[in-house]
């Protein structure tokens, strides 16, 4: 672990999320999921109806939450996840609904 709380090998998912995921609890049930996970990030509402979410973690729980993210577990009806991955650059100490 790094002076940041992160380790070399923890990696970032950037998603957004869309099909029916406002309204529905999503960035409420994203938050508790991650926090569960142990993963920190922020997850918020976009104009155009899709929910944007970030996490970083140790790669196997960012792959449990990507698993979460297309699974029924996850509330709404989640029609479509464009993704991405990269290293983790620690720029969340937690995760955090922010908008």
């Known amino acids: 672990m790094s002076d940041s709380g992160i380790s070399a090998a923890d990696v970032r998912l ?5 099909g029916v ?3 529905v609890g999503f960035r ?3 938050a508790r999921k991650a926090e569960e996970l142990g993963l920190s990030g922020t997850v918020r509402n976009c ?3 899709a929910v944007a ?3 970083e973690g140790p790669p196997l729980a960012v792959i449990e939450f990507r698993r979460w993210l ?3 577990e996850a509330p709404g009806r ?4 464009e993704e991405s991955l990269a290293p983790a650059d620690g720029s969340y100490a937690e ?4 908008g």
Not at 14 to 18: F, H, L, T
Not at 78 to 81: D, L, N
Not at 95 to 98: A, C, G, K, L
């Open 47 to 49: 104009d155009d109806g």
């Open 70 to 72: 297309r699974s029924p």
């Open 28 to 30: 409420y049930w994203t």
């Open 78 to 81: 989640v029609a479509e996840v």
């Open 21 to 23: 995921v406002q309204g």
């Open 53 to 55: 979410v970030v996490v």
């Open 14 to 18: 950037s998603a957004r999320v869309r």
């Open 95 to 98: 995760f955090r609904i922010v």
